[in-house]
Structure formats: structure tokens, C-alpha cells
């Protein structure tokens, strides 16, 4: 057998040579969704201008915030792409009882570093500090956002019909779909915990939590490590975001394509995926990274009834006890959302923490990581060495299977 070092130096070099699987929604990072109407073409346009735009103190900016823009975190290779891990979000949240507490009275589990000079000038000293109940703080890297409309296009049912709580086909691995932090009804699909189940959703967090910008459903400014923020501090009258600039910074988002493939540039290459995608499905990984789904019957065709291949089941997976990190407002320290691998050759860093910065890193550097590591040269003993060669993402261009139709998505 050959040395596995070996093995995964290559195959961490197939990984980022080759990026999600092809077809006509894919388009190079930063790009719009194909077949969009001039209407949806000119509300993406406006949200990328509100997307990459500074945010002034007069449009109420803080008090206190951690980024003046929106792709100020989210700028991997563009605008609306991932973070660094010199750019990072702190969070620090409470776990005890199995109650996770995301610590509002203390302040809330966003740590934000920075504050306006108003704030300054009243008394308001950034960073806020790691709330004194808190049981852990963990400093995240941004999450693309590429296909976020397509994610959110796909119906329910699709996401739930692969739950399996209890592992009720007895295959070793149990997933089971999250729900909105908020209350609102339907599956959580966004943030590492599967917290926010829409793009609205979670763009309002985002500029309450990021900017410190007020919105319609939250006006009131939040509180600085518990304290109220001093009225002179943001004299600016709330909401300071309405409907209509969410809803166009919403619309970015939502028609953002997912991102394409690298281009297969050699035999040996296309070789190489070929048996990669084999091995991704022998040694279980799509059990739980699924290739493909699709969305439901939609009003913009540009998300009508198209394949999503985002490698990803979208569900909780309990991680074990090696993994353990913040909880979630619905699940617990060790599970964390399947992550999507399209586009990960985009990326600069792995692993809900970013710490891994290669892909064999990645790979052979966590607990669960290490079992599917055994795993894979389980199958190489089998005589399948040369299937570790590979990428991730299958080879075709081909558009999988229509499924049977099913209902609207989003």
C-alpha cells in the first residue's frame, strides 16, 4: 500500500484544483444567477452596491459593531465570498443543563470589537469583554455565500426526507434538520448551527449583530456587555434599516450563483476526479455531504426547479465529544449543520474554526476526520489506492435526473 502521507498530499492538491460540480447555474464567484429578469438583475446590482458600501455613523453605524460593510467579513476571492481567520467573529455563549444561553442580558453572544467616536465619547470602551457567564467563546471565520438563494429554494420536505434522528436504518449515522433560532417555522439551514432558517432572517441578524444597525423587527439598540447604550451615543432615530434596503441586500444574496468548477485541464486530472467521486461515495462521505438536491417550483426561473449541488444534507450530525464547541439554541455543543463543500477551492481555511488550512489538514486532523481516514485506507487495502488521487465533486456536466415535482421551496 502506498504511503498515506503521501496519499493525501495529493489528494489535498486534487481538492482545491477542482471545485463543485458543473452545471448552467454555476458561474465564476461573485456572479449572478443565470436566466435572471432585468427587474431581479437590477435588485442584485443595488444590494452588491449596499453589500460592498461603508456604512457611516450618520446611517447609524454601531454603537458598537465589528465591521463597517457587509463584505468587509465576507470577501474570499470577492464580495460575498468567506473570512479570514484575521478576521474573525467572537462568540461566547453559556451551555449547562442542555440549555443553551445565548447570554442577552450580559450583552448577547456577539463579542464586537469596535465603537463609533459617540459612543467613545460617552463612556463606551470597545472591545466588549467575554460575558462573565459564558462557558466558552469561540472566534469563527466568515461563510460564503455563493447559491445561498438556491439553499434556500429547496423544499422542506426535501431536507427532512433524509433525517434520521434515531438512526433508524441502523447505518451508524443519525441527522436530523434544525430549526430557526427565531421561532419561525421551518427547517434551519444558515450558520454553522443551522440557527436561521431564511435569507431574510439571517441578513436582519446580520446587520444588527455586525453593524449595529437597528431594523424593523429589532429597533432597539442592544446593550454593551448589559449596559443600555447612553442616548447621545446613537442619537440616529430607529429603525435605521427599513424594509425595502434588507429586502435589496436580501436579493444579492439570493441570486449569487453558486461557484464553478476549476477546469479539468488534463487526462490524468479527469482521471483523477473520476475516481475521487467514487471514492467520496464508497467510504460514506456523501451519506451525510450529499452531492445534489434540488428546488422546488419557484416564481424567479432563475431558481425554478434546479439542481443544488452543494454536498451538503443540510442537517444536524452529532460531531462526538472531540468536536465539542459553542452550542446552539437547538442543539447541542458536538453537533454541528453538515458544511457545504462546493466552491471549496475558494477557500483559505477548513473546519467550523478555520484552523485547518490545507485540506489534508483538514482531513486528518479531527476526530471524526480520522475515523473516515481509516476508513478511506480501509479501501485502499482493498486495492483502490489510486482513488485517493482525487476531488471531491463528480466529473460530469451532465444535469442529474428532474425529480418528481415537489412543492414550493422558499
Not at 189 to 199: F, H, N, P
Amino acid at each position: 500500500m502506498q504511503n498515506p502521507r503521501f496519499l493525501f498530499a495529493v489528494l489535498g492538491t486534487a481538492l482545491i484544483t477542482a471545485a463543485c460540480a458543473s452545471d448552467d447555474v454555476a458561474r465564476e464567484p461573485g456572479q449572478p444567477l443565470p436566466n435572471l429578469t432585468e427587474a431581479e438583475m437590477g435588485r442584485f446590482l443595488l444590494g452588491k452596491a449596499v453589500f460592498t458600501r461603508l456604512t457611516s455613523v450618520e446611517e447609524g453605524l454601531g454603537p458598537t459593531y465589528n465591521q463597517t460593510r457587509c463584505s468587509g467579513c465576507h470577501a474570499i476571492p470577492v464580495a460575498g465570498g468567506s473570512g479570514s481567520t484575521e478576521n474573525t467573529l467572537g462568540k461566547a455563549r453559556r451551555y449547562e443543563n442542555g440549555v443553551c444561553d445565548v447570554l442577552a442580558e450580559e450583552g448577547g453572544d456577539i463579542i464586537q470589537v469596535q465603537a463609533t467616536p459617540l459612543a467613545i465619547a460617552a463612556g463606551i470602551n470597545p472591545p466588549e469583554q467575554t460575558p462573565p457567564s459564558a462557558t466558552i467563546r469561540v472566534e469563527e471565520p466568515a461563510l460564503a455565500m455563493f447559491g445561498l438563494g438556491l439553499v434556500q429554494a429547496i423544499p422542506d420536505e426535501e431536507i427532512l426526507s433524509r433525517a434520521d434522528p434515531d438512526d433508524a436504518d441502523d447505518d451508524g449515522i443519525s441527522g436530523r434538520a434544525a430549526r430557526d433560532a427565531s421561532g419561525l417555522p421551518g427547517v434551519g439551514r444558515w450558520t454553522r448551527k443551522g440557527e436561521r432558517g431564511t435569507l431574510l432572517v439571517l441578513v436582519d441578524a446580520a446587520l444588527r449583530r455586525e453593524l449595529g444597525l437597528t431594523t424593523p423587527t429589532d429597533p432597539v439598540e442592544q446593550t454593551v456587555n448589559g449596559v443600555p447604550v447612553p442616548p447621545e451615543a446613537d442619537p440616529m432615530p430607529d429603525p435605521e434599516m427599513d424594509e425595502r434596503q434588507i429586502g435589496i441586500l436580501t436579493d444579492f444574496i439570493r441570486f449569487l450563483a453558486p461557484p464553478a468548477r476549476a477546469p479539468i485541464s488534463s487526462a490524468a486530472l479527469r482521471d483523477s476526479v473520476e475516481h475521487g467521486e467514487q471514492l467520496f461515495d464508497d467510504v460514506g462521505c456523501a451519506v451525510c455531504h450529499t452531492p445534489t438536491m434540488w428546488t422546488g417550483p419557484h416564481e424567479s426561473a432563475a431558481l425554478d426547479r434546479k439542481p443544488v449541488n452543494l454536498y451538503s444534507d443540510i442537517l444536524l450530525h452529532d460531531m462526538g465529544p472531540e468536536e465539542a464547541a459553542l452550542c446552539g439554541l437547538d442543539s447541542s455543543p458536538s453537533e454541528r449543520r453538515t458544511t457545504w463543500l462546493w466552491g471549496l477551492r475558494l477557500k483559505e481555511n477548513y473546519m467550523y474554526d478555520g484552523l485547518a488550512t490545507t485540506v489534508r489538514h483538514h482531513r486528518a486532523s479531527r476526530g471524526r476526520v480520522r475515523r473516515v481516514t481509516r476508513r478511506v485506507r480501509s479501501v485502499d487495502r482493498r486495492g483502490a489506492s489510486s482513488a485517493l488521487e482525487v476531488s471531491l465533486y463528480p466529473l460530469s456536466t451532465a444535469t442529474p435526473a428532474t425529480p418528481a415535482p415537489s412543492l414550493v421551496g422558499g
